[in-house]
């Protein structure tokens, strides 16, 4: 990771606890899961839509994003005794073609899958549905929300002072759990 890319996520993660952070944030999953009840879009829960490959898409959060949604998914593992992000489950993830937190059972027979961290994901989860809907126009409801959402987090940036960056989700992830690997002990 390049300095200047070190600086960032540093900055990052100073501010993924700032109020202001976790009160958009709470705001925008609430604003978020009233659009898709009015949508109503259907979720089959296979896992489909983290398995980036093979259904061909890609998922982008800015960087202060990323590191709010590491934070707390990592405090949530702490709970339950569990370890947090490594680069290695990024990486692995990478491998894979999916999400590193996609969890899946080897002994499925159905090869179903579902998000191990379903609580926290970030905004681009909860707003991307591979229902289309019966009117075939999903994708247009799920493009205007994320746009608008998006437009607001990089006004978030600005408000508290956090460098922009918009990365693909793996690669945020790696950013920021590089970060904490390389962070002296608190």
Same mark, same amino acid.
């Given at each position: 990771?390049n ?5 960032m996520?540093?900055?990052w ?43 061909g898409?890609?998922?982008?959060? $800015?960087?202060?994003?990323? /590191?709010?949604?590491?934070a ?12 947090p992000l ?9 491998g ?18 579902? *998000? ?8 681009? *989860? ?16 799920? $493009?205007?929300?994320?746009?608008a ?8 940036h ?20 590089g970060? /904490? ?6």
């Amino acid at each position: 990771m390049n300095d200047q890319l070190r600086s960032m996520v540093e900055r990052w993660r100073e501010l993924a606890d700032h109020p202001a952070v976790a009160a958009f944030f709470a705001e925008a999953r609430v604003r978020i899961a009233e659009v898709v009840r009015a949508q109503r879009p259907i979720c089959l829960a296979s896992g489909a839509c983290c398995n980036f490959e093979k259904f061909g898409h890609r998922m982008y959060v $800015s960087g202060l994003e990323a /590191a709010f949604v590491v934070a707390r998914i990592d405090a949530a593992r702490r709970v339950r005794a569990a370890n947090p992000l490594r680069v290695l489950d990024v990486e692995a993830a990478r491998g894979r073609g999916d999400c590193p937190y996609l969890v899946t059972n080897a002994n499925d027979p159905a090869s179903r899958a579902f *998000c191990g961290e379903h609580e926290e994901r970030p905004l681009g *989860c909860r707003i991307f549905y591979c229902d289309r809907g019966a009117d075939g126009r999903g994708s247009e409801w799920q $493009s205007d929300l994320y746009e608008a959402m998006h437009r607001e987090v990089i006004v978030l940036h600005e408000t508290v002072g956090a460098p922009y960056l918009y990365l693909e989700w793996r690669e945020a992830l790696a950013a920021v759990a590089g970060a /904490a690997r390389d962070a002296p002990p608190a």
